[in-house]
């Protein structure tokens, strides 16, 4: 949440003759901060890799460690996490029963890998036979 810049009070008589005078000297007006609107290249490029989601990606390794103990035994026997990325799950199942199997417990499946790496890291899991 942005917090409001403090208002600035009314300069006082002085402050007004003293930038009347130093504009005269100057031969132009007091140059504006040029600090104001300066950010650092590292905000910059922190915010364009969150954007293309890599900051906060996923590890997919950390996946892969995790895929057995989030599915379980049978399951993770007869599956194996292939990608995750852009928030997208895929899976690798061996037979064709498995995968109609599978695509009947996404919900259920989707809800634990939420629990385990969060709610925004993983958003759909696909299956694929292989």
Do not use: Y
């Not at 300069?11 to 009347?20: A, F, L, S």
């Not at 300066?38 to 590890?59: M, P, Y």
């Not at 035994?73 to 799950?89: H, M, Q, R, W």
């Not at 634990?112 to 299956?127: A, C, L, M, T």
């Amino acid at each position: 949440m942005a917090m409001a810049a403090p208002r600035r009070q009314k300069p006082t008589r002085r402050e007004v003759i003293h930038d009347e005078l130093v504009s005269e000297w100057l031969g132009c007006e007091k140059p504006l901060n040029t600090n104001r609107n300066v950010s650092s290249a590292a905000a910059w490029v922190d915010a364009i890799l969150k954007s293309q989601f890599f900051a906060d990606s996923l590890d997919e390794e950390e996946v892969k460690k995790a895929w057995k103990e989030i599915a379980g035994d049978f399951i993770g026997a007869n599956t194996e996490p292939v990608s995750a990325k852009e928030g997208n799950l895929i899976l690798r199942v061996t037979q064709p029963a498995m995968r109609f199997h599978l695509e009947q417990m996404k919900p259920d499946l989707l809800r634990r890998i939420r629990e385990r790496f969060g709610e925004d890291k993983i958003k759909s899991v696909r299956f694929t036979l292989g």
